[in-house]
């Protein structure tokens, strides 16, 4: 199973687009409007980012997460995936 994507609510979409473009290389995508059952819609933009392909990497985090800690945890995430496609 693939993630599909991930959506993040913000005061300001521009200026949390614009951390991803530059923490981690995203690229600007469309911008759209989804309504939801409610009624009730959300401005929203499309990052794209090229992932390669390390197989399956699990995040178990319960709770708030600033920025930081999520690339801190990915980042381990990423060498251990690394460390164990090496092995086999």
Request: proline content about 5%; charged content about 20%.
């Amino acid at each position: 199973m693939r993630l599909d994507h991930i959506a993040y609510r913000v005061n300001n979409r521009y200026r949390s687009a614009g951390f991803f473009t530059e923490a981690f290389g995203y690229t600007l995508g469309t911008e759209f409007q989804i309504e939801f059952d409610d009624g009730s819609k959300a401005d929203c933009i499309a990052l794209g980012i090229q992932i390669p392909d390390f197989g399956p990497i699990f995040l178990y985090k319960l709770g708030p997460m600033s920025p930081l800690s999520l690339s801190t945890m990915l980042h381990q995430k990423f060498l251990l995936a690394t460390e164990q496609k090496a092995r086999l």
